[in-house]
């Protein structure tokens, strides 16, 4: 190993360092605490450190894959700012916003509508300094430039547009196990044995508080079943719902996931756009799991929202005119350019790709128009 990869690897043998620690001292942690520290830590953590999008890097996300994409949410929300009056200024938000891309192709797609982009303000929320600086590179040309935040609840006050896409898999989740009949926390301690090795471990009984958190239709599930607990989305919904009720607007959420409640393990951790065990190299590795998108709906719901969705991406985007752009973007290239076009279509809305996989919702202010391309939950 030479001395630039063992710098490289310096970081996350402390942050191994620092959870052995932690765990020798407190005992076995909750799967929230180790995804946090993991992703987040300041010195190591997975985001805090690097930029891990491309088909070069660690993975590929939607926006990176076509400029269609980006640009179908642009024109989403300059829509629904039409239908909010078009107000000036607007607080244009993207939670988790990767590389820039999405909003890249969003305010160039969104310049279609006269006066969207002159009254947008766009604010982006992220937490990775590494991500921050390739943002910056990205959105240097745009018409609007943006701000960064740390919180939602940071932005500006007045009427609101928010956007995100695959914010949601990374929010920090815990795990139970139903073991003899109880529910009980599943935690992240040492192997049996070997104490230089992550495992996962039994804790104790969830508490009355933590049993809410599982869909009453999997609270009687046998013994082996493993639920997982997303804490982490109802305070997100109450700041977009505090938003949304004190001034009018939107926010769309497209994410991986679950349309109703399910059992089992979807925490994974990717590297080189290759599965690997999210215990090894804790820093080293994206950690994320499956969206909850029933609970997410009647959180938005509980909090005074309507709701909208969820629905599957590719039925979404084709039906604002995905395909329609698609042919426009195909004539009068070559062969190669149309193909490559089309397979950036397929791996879009196909089934056996993100078109199923991956969910849309949307949450309004009340009374508002519905937003485009999505109906009203349960109706």
């Known amino acids: 190993m030479n001395s630039e990869t063992r710098d490289e690897f310096r970081p996350l043998e402390i942050l191994r360092a620092q959870l052995k620690a932690r765990i020798a001292a407190e005992g076995p942690i909750p799967v929230s605490v180790y995804m946090a520290e993991a992703l987040f830590d300041p010195a190591a953590g997975y985001y805090a450190t690097r930029d891990p999008l491309g088909a070069d890097k660690d993975f590929i996300t939607a926006p990176e894959i076509s400029q269609m994409f980006g640009e179908f949410i642009g024109l989403w929300a300059a829509e629904c700012w039409g239908q909010l009056g078009a107000p000036d200024p607007v607080q244009l938000v993207e939670l988790g916003p990767g590389t820039g891309r999405m909003m890249d192709d969003a305010l160039r797609a969104g ?78 301690g040492f192997a049996p044995e070997d104490d230089d090795q992550f495992a996962f471990v039994f804790g104790g009984p969830l508490s009355p508080a933590d049993l809410a958190l599982i869909a009453p239709e999997l609270q009687d599930e046998p013994d082996g079943a493993l639920v997982e607990l997303r804490a982490a989305d109802a305070p997100l919904v ?49 950690l994320t799991a499956w969206v909850d998108f029933d609970r997410l709906a009647k ?57 199923e996989l991956f969910k849309v919702i949307a949450f309004a202010s009340k009374d508002l128009p519905p937003p485009p391309g999505l109906d009203r939950h349960g109706g």
Request: glycine content about 12%; aromatic content about 4%.
């Open 111 to 188: 310049a279609a509508a006269p006066g969207f982009v002159e009254a947008a303000q766009v604010s982006l929320i992220e937490a990775s300094p590494a991500l921050k600086m390739v943002q910056g590179r990205t959105l240097g040309r745009a018409p609007v430039q943006p701000r960064w935040r740390p919180r939602l609840e940071d932005v500006g006050p007045g009427p609101s547009l928010i956007v995100s896409n695959e914010f949601l898999d990374c929010l920090p989740i815990r795990q139970a196990v139903k073991h003899r009949g109880v529910w009980r926390e599943r935690l992240v």
């Open 238 to 286: 109450e700041a977009v719902a505090d938003r949304l009720k004190s001034s009018p607007g939107y926010a769309l959420f497209i994410d991986y996931g679950s349309a109703r409640p399910e059992t089992g393990d979807t925490l994974q951790a990717i590297s080189k756009h290759q599965k690997v065990d999210p215990l090894t190299t804790p820093g080293g590795a994206d």
């Open 299 to 355: 959180l938005g719901l509980g909090a005074g929202l309507d709701v909208y969705g969820p629905m599957g991406q590719g039925e979404f985007l084709t039906g604002l005119g995905v395909e329609t752009r698609a042919a426009a973007l195909a004539r009068g290239r070559d062969r190669a350019a149309q193909g490559r076009i089309q397979r950036q279509l397929e791996r879009l809305v196909a089934p056996g790709e993100m078109g």
